[in-house]
């Protein structure tokens, strides 16, 4: 019972290792393999809790005013979580000023504790010491904030902002050109069997505007040379799945077991998927082509 309540509070932090987790044992299909794997995880949860309950307190650390300086830490943490979430829907220019923002911001708070931790210290080498890498790291941080914002506000002017941009949504356009969309399990079986009557190949891209990793795909892997040599006998066809809702992403996601993003199909000459050769996960340009050439 206590191993059940546990789980529950504990539940929003073990999601995301789960999830991975499961979608590995999935794509395997190897029963012993995720069995270990899960056993695996839950002794990684148990056993430091059973470690430090009975160490008596002794491997904790101590409690004390740094803890105040650890809180605010996590603090700072918590505000870089939306920013980090507001990327996907804010502009480019806009997300910058905030990273920015958030870095300078933190490193003047670091700088004024770790001046306050100073005056109440000791004099002694170590603590010198601790001074001083506690500074170099805060140096570092003001300059990497105060080099984006000359970055945002002196190096890069509105008008070149502007051709940059348009630049970047060409090329995009010019790579999505290369991609079929089609929005229905019926229009996709349709593709494929009129790909493989042409003699080609499918690889489908199932992905998300607000999956990071699919535009990762989008900006990293896709247009490269290698990539796109490895699919020359290839329709590329995609489909958008941000709305994961709709009956028809529904029934597309459990006809082919779907259970993340981004996910990338391949199909043979026979229209048959290769589920073993299923690519879940961002995957970089080097390592995707050489697991297409493996597949055709």
């Given at each position: 019972?206590?191993g059940?309540?546990?789980?529950?509070?504990a539940?929003p932090?073990?999601?995301a290792?789960?999830?991975?987790?499961l979608?590995?044992?999935?794509?395997t299909?190897?029963?012993v393999?995720?069995?270990?794997?899960?056993?695996?995880?839950?002794?990684?949860?148990g056993?430091?809790?059973?470690?430090?309950?009975?160490?008596?307190?002794?491997?904790?650390?101590?409690a004390?005013?740094?803890m105040?300086?650890?809180?605010?830490?996590?603090?700072?943490?918590?505000?870089?979580?939306?920013?980090?979430?507001?990327?996907?829907?804010i502009?480019e220019?806009?997300?910058?000023?905030?990273?920015?923002?958030?870095?300078?911001?933190?490193?003047?708070?670091?700088?004024?504790a770790n001046q306050?931790?100073a005056?109440?210290?000791t004099?002694?080498?170590m603590?010198?010491?601790?001074?001083g890498?506690?500074?170099?790291?805060?140096?570092?941080?003001m300059?990497?904030g105060?080099?984006?914002?000359?970055q945002?506000?002196?190096?890069n002017?509105?008008?070149?902002?502007?051709k940059q941009?348009?630049?970047?949504?060409?090329?995009?356009?010019?790579?999505?050109q290369?991609?079929?969309?089609?929005?229905?399990?019926k229009?996709?079986?349709?593709?494929?069997?009129?790909?493989?009557?042409?003699?080609?190949?499918?690889?489908?891209?199932l992905?998300?505007?607000?999956?990071?990793?699919?535009?990762?795909f989008e900006?990293?892997t896709?247009?490269d040379?290698?990539?796109q040599?490895?699919?020359?006998?290839?329709?590329?066809?995609?489909?958008?799945?941000?709305?994961?809702?709709?009956?028809?992403n529904?029934e597309l996601m459990?006809?082919?077991?779907?259970?993340g993003?981004?996910?990338?199909?391949f199909?043979?000459?026979q229209?048959?998927?290769?589920?073993?050769?299923?690519v879940?996960?961002?995957?970089g340009?080097?390592?995707?082509?050489?697991?297409?050439?493996?597949?055709?």
């Amino acid at each position: 019972m206590m191993g059940v309540i546990s789980g529950l509070v504990a539940s929003p932090c073990t999601t995301a290792p789960l999830t991975g987790a499961l979608l590995y044992i999935s794509q395997t299909g190897d029963v012993v393999l995720g069995a270990s794997a899960l056993y695996a995880l839950s002794l990684g949860m148990g056993l430091p809790l059973l470690i430090l309950g009975s160490s008596g307190g002794k491997l904790l650390p101590k409690a004390g005013a740094w803890m105040n300086i650890i809180k605010n830490i996590f603090g700072l943490l918590l505000l870089a979580v939306p920013i980090f979430l507001l990327e996907r829907f804010i502009p480019e220019l806009a997300s910058k000023a905030l990273w920015a923002l958030l870095l300078l911001g933190s490193a003047s708070y670091l700088y004024v504790a770790n001046q306050d931790t100073a005056k109440n210290a000791t004099a002694s080498k170590m603590k010198s010491f601790g001074f001083g890498l506690r500074s170099l790291l805060i140096f570092l941080m003001m300059f990497f904030g105060a080099n984006m914002v000359y970055q945002l506000l002196i190096a890069n002017n509105i008008i070149t902002d502007s051709k940059q941009n348009n630049i970047q949504q060409i090329s995009v356009t010019e790579t999505n050109q290369h991609f079929k969309r089609v929005t229905t399990l019926k229009e996709l079986q349709s593709a494929i069997v009129q790909a493989n009557s042409q003699g080609k190949t499918v690889m489908l891209d199932l992905y998300a505007d607000w999956c990071v990793a699919c535009k990762e795909f989008e900006q990293y892997t896709f247009p490269d040379k290698k990539v796109q040599e490895a699919l020359a006998n290839a329709i590329l066809l995609q489909i958008d799945l941000t709305d994961t809702g709709t009956k028809q992403n529904v029934e597309l996601m459990d006809y082919y077991s779907v259970f993340g993003l981004p996910s990338i199909l391949f199909f043979d000459l026979q229209g048959n998927e290769l589920s073993q050769q299923r690519v879940t996960g961002f995957m970089g340009a080097e390592k995707f082509s050489a697991h297409i050439n493996s597949i055709f």
